[in-house]
């Protein structure tokens, strides 16, 4: 099945650090959403992303809707430690079924 | 409101037993989905639902079977477990237009 590419796989950051992340297809979305799991849970929706060109604020945490509509980035400014976790973004087209991305696992150095 | 919930959250099987998992939601949502998580796989669809009454497969639908009898519920049966099928199963709601998914807690399996 289809798969969105998400980057990096893993962060390794020190508490205080804004954070990037990205996510990118060969295919055209019209819904992009990033979620967080943390461990032991099921992922929680953060931002959702329905135009291109989007950017939408959710406190410390900003996602942006690509211009081609093939890629999402998700930013964290001044890390915590409850930032802490797996963040997911998936993508759909339409009224299919969303495509998840594998997950950037994020750690931070106290 | 409780959101979606998800019961057992831990069970251990043995191969070729066979179990069900219960997903319930009191969101009135249209839109029910069951996944597995497995390391560095991300989420994978299993089965998804669009409405009571109804089921479809998703990505990875072999060796499961669904029913939704009534809106807030989705069930998810294993008929006879494998190895393959140790995972992480979340269940997740979403309104019709099935975009922004709400997640249960989680079921992990164990099958030996």
């Known amino acids: 099945g289809q798969q969105l590419n998400q980057s990096p796989q893993s962060m390794f950051i020190q508490e205080g650090e804004d954070v990037s992340m990205n996510c990118t297809s060969s295919s055209i979305f019209n819904t992009w959403l990033w979620y967080k799991q943390d461990p032991g849970e099921g992922p929680v929706l953060l931002i959702a992303l329905y135009k291109a060109g989007e950017l939408t604020s959710n406190g410390r945490l900003t996602a942006q809707f690509g211009i081609t509509r093939k890629d999402s980035f998700l930013n964290i400014s001044a890390s915590i430690p409850s930032d802490v976790g797996i963040y997911f973004c998936?993508?759909?087209?339409?009224?299919?079924?969303?495509?998840f991305g594998q997950g950037t696992r994020l750690t931070i150095n106290p | 409101n409780a959101g979606v919930t998800q019961t057992p959250k831990f069970r251990v099987l043995k191969t070729g037993q066979s179990m069900t998992l219960l997903c319930a939601q009191d969101m009135n949502h249209e839109y029910m989905y069951w996944y597995r998580q497995d390391p560095g796989m991300g989420l994978r669809l299993i089965h998804y639902?669009?409405?009571?009454?109804?089921?479809a497969k998703g990505e990875v639908p072999d060796g499961y079977n669904v029913s939704r009898l009534k809106k807030q519920n989705f069930l998810l049966g294993l008929e006879s477990a494998a190895p393959s099928q140790t995972s992480v199963y979340f269940c997740a709601s979403s309104d019709r237009g099935g975009r922004e998914q709400y997640f249960g807690p989680g079921t992990r399996l164990t099958v030996t």
């Open positions: 639902s669009v409405g009571e009454g109804t089921t």
């Open positions: 998936a993508g759909q087209r339409g009224a299919q079924k969303l495509v």
